[in-house]
């Protein structure tokens, strides 16, 4: 049986005082610090120690893993190559992305960057910025239409702020972008997983454009 101090730490930290503010707080800087993993799994912790049923957080089981993985990697893709091919040149980003170019090739640095793509965008990012922050939001500004649309444009718009340090405005504007169409698909259905796996077939797509040396390729194959 839980005791009264576990009870009174489940229950602030599901609240908005000092604690629960806090360890929101920590949890997003550490996200947009290049913590991702670290940041997903605190989640998973604040949910255990809240005692808040990692449903809330879009942890349902699919109806078919088989169909959701595979929607799942056709969607990351395609809307990867969407977004350079059209959506990127129109708002005058560079061809290449400069801050990943040294990755052009470079075998050695491939499994990491692979496990990256994966375990950091793919469950740390997804956890963090729609599974944790559309929980807290959700429980702050309710469940409207209109809150769930404030709710896709501030987690989006911290979405974009983290990437701009390494990224730059390009960055930011994929990312704004990318949070606005994730954050409404995950406002529409509340689950976690689709999105995890698009978000990897994605941030893997936008690897391999970079490792073969097709993004110049792809970047100007609508707009030449």
Do not use: C
Not at 11 to 21: A, C, D, I, N, T
Not at 121 to 148: C, D, N
Not at 185 to 204: C, Y
Request: hydrophobic share 55%; aromatic share 14%.
């Amino acid at each position: 049986m839980p005791s009264v101090d576990d009870e009174r730490l489940a229950r602030e930290l599901r609240g908005f005082g000092p604690l629960g503010v806090v360890a929101a707080l920590v949890i997003v800087l550490i996200g947009n610090a290049y913590f991702i993993p670290v940041a997903g799994l605190l989640v998973l912790l604040w949910a255990h120690l809240s005692r808040t049923p990692w449903r809330e957080l879009g942890f349902t089981r699919p109806r078919s893993w088989v169909v959701t993985v595979i929607v799942g990697i056709v969607f990351g893709v395609t809307f990867k190559l969407f977004m350079k091919a059209i959506v990127m040149p129109l708002l005058g980003a560079d061809p290449v992305n400069q801050t990943y170019h040294y990755l052009a090739g470079n075998r050695a640095a491939l499994p990491y960057a692979i496990w990256m793509m994966i375990v950091s965008a793919g469950f740390g990012e997804e956890t963090v910025f729609r599974g944790f922050l559309f929980e807290r939001l959700g429980k702050l500004l309710g469940t409207s239409r209109w809150a769930k649309a404030a709710i896709v444009v501030l987690t989006s718009a911290l979405f974009g702020i983290g990437h701009y340090e390494s990224q730059g405005l390009p960055g930011v504007q994929q990312a704004v972008i990318f949070g606005l169409v994730f954050g409404s698909i995950f406002a529409v259905t509340g689950r976690i997983w689709f999105l995890m796996i698009a978000h990897a077939a994605f941030d893997l797509t936008a690897l391999a454009l970079i490792y073969w040396h097709l993004e110049a390729r792809v970047a100007h194959f609508v707009f030449d």
